[in-house]
């Protein structure tokens, strides 16, 4: 079936290592959107870092958080958090008492710890209790850490609705179950009638893999983890030399 969307993660699948689009992908994406073909990102950042990197009037949809977060052109229209962060937090701590947690909760980030080492250019509330989350939901909880052992310490500590998730080998993410881009997808999928089966998708690490999978051509970049290609229909160059676009203007552009 020919694409009817393009759904892409951010970090080191669109974006390359500098965070900045090349004039030759903002060009292929403007053709591909004037060619009536719906442009989604979906991404593990938030909803204020995501349009510093890629403004907002380039794409049709946005999945945020890996799915907690998800709007369409003018404002949220679905997702899913986690309901009680501070004892999720406080239960992390008991386990692994000197961890470094950050919580993403109403398009703020706080942290107990001085983020401007990991994340420089991100601004955050410092935190010591996290109780400025009391009686909010928040959209994802971050533990720092590229400690397998301690993402498998966090994982036996939480409730049943939430998972962890490691990103770029740097940090474990924690959301709700419901919370996912392949179920982000199919939201937009729906509202916007467009079969799954001619959805592209193109990703790079862990939380892509399921969305490959599942939508009609999954496409891995050529600096994708070994398991998110062998999960890839198929393969395009890497982040550093437009892998993304090329695809596009090769398999729908030409």
């Not at 970090?11 to 689009?21: E, F, G, I, V, Y």
């Not at 403007?30 to 907002?56: N, W, Y």
């Not at 999954?218 to 892998?243: F, R, S």
Request: glycine share 6%.
């Amino acid at each position: 079936m020919p694409v009817q969307m393009i759904v892409t993660d951010l970090d080191s699948t669109l974006l390359p290592k500098d965070k900045k689009l090349t004039a030759y992908t903002k060009q292929i994406i403007t053709r591909a959107r004037e060619k009536g073909i719906l442009f989604v990102v979906a991404t593990a950042r938030s909803v204020r870092t995501a349009v510093r990197l890629v403004p907002r009037d380039m794409y049709d949809a946005g999945i945020y958080h890996n799915g907690a977060v998800i709007w369409d052109e003018t404002h949220r229209i679905g997702g899913v958090g986690i309901e009680k962060p501070v004892a999720v937090i406080h239960k992390l701590l008991e386990q692994v008492p000197d961890a470094k947690i950050a919580a993403e909760c109403n398009n703020t980030l706080y942290c107990n710890f001085d983020s401007s080492e990991d994340w420089p250019d991100s601004e955050y509330v410092f935190t010591h209790e996290f109780q400025e989350l009391s009686g909010w939901v928040a959209d994802k909880l971050i533990v720092v850490t590229s400690d397998p052992e301690v993402i498998e310490t966090c994982a036996l500590c939480l409730p049943p609705e939430l998972y962890i998730q490691s990103g770029e080998g740097t940090i474990g993410m924690i959301m709700n179950r419901g919370a996912t881009k392949l179920e982000g997808i199919r939201i937009l999928a729906d509202i916007y009638r467009v079969p799954m089966e001619s959805i592209a998708a193109f990703g790079d690490d862990y939380n892509d893999i399921e969305m490959l999978r599942a939508c009609g051509t999954g496409v891995a970049v050529g600096n994708a983890l070994p398991e998110v290609k062998q999960a890839a229909d198929e393969m395009t160059a890497d982040c550093e030399h437009n892998g993304v676009a090329t695809w596009i203007e090769k398999h729908i552009l030409s």
